[in-house]
Nanobody, 119 residues
Framework: QVQLVESGGGLVQAGGSLRLSCAASGSIFSINAMGWYRQAPGKQRELVAAITSGGSTNYADSVKGRFTISRDNAKNTVYLQMNSLKPEDTAVYYC?????????????WGQGTQVTVSS
């Protein structure tokens, strides 16, 4: 089992910045990729950014150039630096971890943190 604890959400004006953190604990050796998803009211959950254990990253087109995902392996923590925030970035942001347990794929989610961007 892996536990994910997010922090760093809040209220910010358009154009501002926030940094989200996600600390992983438990069977972290099973994780091979971590990422951030978001879900706005009435919309489906969508991938924002992801990073593999090797450091490869990918981003949603809507956040490219504004958001940066990174990880600190020593702290078992992944970060999402969000700059130039827009009202449409308002959502609950969820940390996600994917990995293997034996031959099975496993997936874990954090509890979510609210990000609200005012215009």
């Amino acid at each position: 089992q892996v536990q994910l604890v997010e922090s760093g959400g809040g209220l910010v004006q358009a154009g501002g910045s926030l940094r989200l953190s996600c600390a992983a604990s438990g069977s972290i050796f099973s994780i091979n990729a971590m990422g951030w998803y978001r879900q706005a009211p009435g919309k489906q959950r969508e991938l924002v950014a992801a990073i593999t254990s090797g450091g490869s990253t990918n981003y949603a087109d809507s956040v490219k150039g504004r958001f940066t995902i990174s990880r600190d392996n020593a702290k078992n923590t992944v970060y999402l630096q969000m700059n130039s925030l827009k009202p449409e970035d308002t959502a609950v942001y969820y940390c996600n971890a994917k990995g293997l347990s034996g031959s099975y794929s496993v997936e874990y989610w954090g509890q979510g943190t609210q990000v609200t961007v005012s215009s």
